[in-house]
């Protein structure tokens, strides 16, 4: 399960709907639900912002998928080293995602100027 639909879990458990949840962490309108729609991987920015707004769910549950949704009490926090590498991996899976953003572009401009420069196919008949 991807880190998108644990988030359409969450708005599920707590009866909200997609607009109220954007509305609540900060996001334009229909973000989450695109991103649902097209099971996108949700980047560091989103992320955070739902940590921010959502006190009460579980970050290693939203991230890696493991343990509880909620927190059950308030003294239920994510040990530091813990809470420090999942940090690291958001950060990290952040940078790889606009690295392999600027390298998709790349090949896509790649493509279109060899297509430019062969100019139109000719059938050639026999």
Known sequence: MKI?????????EKGLRAAEFERMIGVSNGYISKMHA????????????ILENCPDIN???LILGTGDMLHHSSKN????PILDKLIN????????????????????N???????SNGPSVAIEA
């Open 4 to 12: 998108i639909q644990r988030i359409y879990q969450y708005i599920g």
């Open 38 to 49: 097209r099971l996108s991987d949700v980047g560091e920015g989103v992320l955070l912002q």
């Open 59 to 61: 970050p290693v549950w």
């Open 77 to 80: 926090s994510i040990p530091e």
């Open 89 to 108: 991996e958001i950060k990290e899976l952040s940078a790889k995602n606009e690295r392999l953003k600027i390298e998709n572009e790349r090949l896509i």
């Open 110 to 116: 790649e493509i279109e100027n060899k297509s430019l």
